[in-house]
């Protein structure tokens, strides 16, 4: 349920007095207007992917997208999902909003989902009538964030789509993988081969719109794996979406 504007700003006033945070730009006072976490300001300063991009990747390019542009990257090591979208690059304010919520736990950051969504306005057509997949963590590494981002990501899709989409977390990471932050492109894909497998119980068809939800692109290798274990199982209309690409 959508809360009205007034009530909206008494409740984020209130909670911000309990839990004070801080925009993840210029660590100034969160909630400043009331209704958005980060700064409408320093939002603003972010490097949104408004236009055309890779169909795979999501990276900004100049071109006429009549069946989908395609970056080097992409064309030289084809991934196995159909399409993809980023919401940002990861420059250097990029990193400060996904480091925020990936590695401080800062949730509330993505209430300002509806006006990402705004500032993007294909991704949500990209969005609507799928069913968001997050990547899953480790249970270890589970255990110890104690949260997983790319779950807080897919529900914060979810509150602002509402019916349009549904979440289900069918896929089951089995190895407890070092991070993928230092490694190169065939390290990364090495490092996650086989390491997930779907639930059998799940109750999917096969005809669904997949989309894998992430926070960030780097090389695609988490992602394409994941993509990878879901066809293998038949289901063919498997995409990407995540907040950053770099």
């Known amino acids: 349920m959508k809360l009205n504007k007034k009530l909206r700003k ?26 958005s976490y980060m700064c409408v300001e320093c939002e603003g300063t972010l490097a949104w992917i408004k236009k055309n991009g890779c169909k795979y990747c999501g990276i900004p390019m100049s071109g006429y997208d009549f069946n989908g542009l395609t970056c080097a990257a992409c064309r030289n090591d084809p991934p196995s999902f159909r ?12 990193k400060k909003v996904v480091h925020e919520i990936k590695y401080f736990g800062v949730k509330n950051i993505l209430d300002d989902m509806p006006s990402w969504l705004g500032r ?37 899709f979810r509150n602002e789509l509402g019916k349009d989409v ?14 993928q932050t230092k490694l190169d492109r065939s390290k990364r894909k090495r490092n996650v081969k086989n390491a997930f497998v779907i639930n059998k ?8 719109r997949i989309v894998l939800v992430d926070d960030v692109y780097t ?24 907040l950053g690409h770099g």
Not at 83 to 94: E, W
Not at 166 to 179: G, M, Q
């Open 10 to 35: 008494f409740l984020n006033s209130f909670l911000d007095i309990l839990f004070p945070g801080n925009c993840p730009i210029c660590d100034g006072e969160a909630y400043k207007d009331g209704l």
């Open 83 to 94: 399409k993809g979208k980023c919401m940002f690059l990861l420059d250097q304010n990029g």
């Open 120 to 156: 993007c306005p294909s991704y949500r057509t990209f969005l609507e009538g799928s069913v968001l997949i997050p990547v899953p963590l480790h249970k270890k590494r589970f255990s110890k964030r104690g949260f997983n981002q790319s779950m807080w990501i897919a529900n914060a």
């Open 166 to 179: 549904n979440i289900s977390e069918v896929l089951t990471r089995t190895r407890d993988t070092p991070t």
């Open 201 to 208: 119980k799940n109750t999917l068809n096969k005809s669904d």
């Open 219 to 242: 090389t695609g290798a988490t992602l394409n794996e994941c993509a990878k274990t879901l066809i293998a199982e038949g289901f063919e209309n498997v995409n990407v979406a995540t």
